[in-house]
């Protein structure tokens, strides 16, 4: 038989085949969940797309929507993407600046994982009439991912963006 074994880290997943779903309303960084990387020879980039990401003003406690981007370069562990779904649905009726949302993400995915380079970058939908698209990164500090990080934070949206482009 090929594939993923029970061994690899299938053992201690919760939600991925899980008919009984709760959906939780408050931030809840609990819910994530990894396995194994079973390809650590090699570098690779994981990205995901949660372009019905929502989260509320705290002061105003309107709701604010972006597509949230997020890529990492795994370690030894790989998020579950189902636990992430329900991590991300857990900003429902959580207030935060757009930029906090961000950094708490990439900190509980560091937490988490331990990945080698990671990357998240919320594009708000314009409210008031501005928008706001708050990007953070972080490599292990000494190693080469610590450079790549400082590089693409150097060189991140060098280019402005064009108003076709959300």
């Known amino acids: 038989m090929s594939g993923r074994s029970h061994e690899e880290g299938l053992k201690d997943l919760t939600l991925l085949g899980n008919q009984q779903t709760k959906y939780t309303f408050n931030y809840a960084p609990e819910v994530l969940?990894?396995?194994d990387n079973l390809h650590t020879n090699r570098d690779y980039f994981v990205k995901f797309n949660c372009p019905e990401f929502t989260s509320l003003c705290p002061l105003t406690h309107q709701p604010d929507f972006a597509t949230m981007y997020i890529s990492?370069?795994?370690?030894?562990?790989i998020v579950e993407s189902k636990s992430l779904k329900l991590y991300l649905f857990s900003f429902r009726n959580h207030g935060d600046f757009h930029e906090d949302c961000v950094n708490i993400i990439m900190n509980d995915l560091i937490k988490l994982l331990e990945p080698k380079y990671?990357?998240?970058?919320?594009k708000f939908t314009p409210r008031?009439?501005?928008?706001?698209?708050?990007?953070?990164?972080?490599?292990?500090?000494?190693?080469?991912?610590?450079?790549m990080?400082?590089?693409?934070?150097?060189n991140h949206d060098i280019y402005p963006e064009k108003i076709d482009n959300r």
């Open 72 to 77: 990492y370069i795994p370690n030894k562990k």
């Open 128 to 147: 008031g009439g501005i928008s706001i698209d708050p990007w953070c990164n972080y490599g292990i500090p000494g190693t080469k991912y610590e450079e």
């Open 33 to 35: 969940e990894a396995v």
């Open 118 to 122: 990671i990357e998240v970058w919320g």
């Open 149 to 154: 990080a400082h590089f693409r934070l150097m």
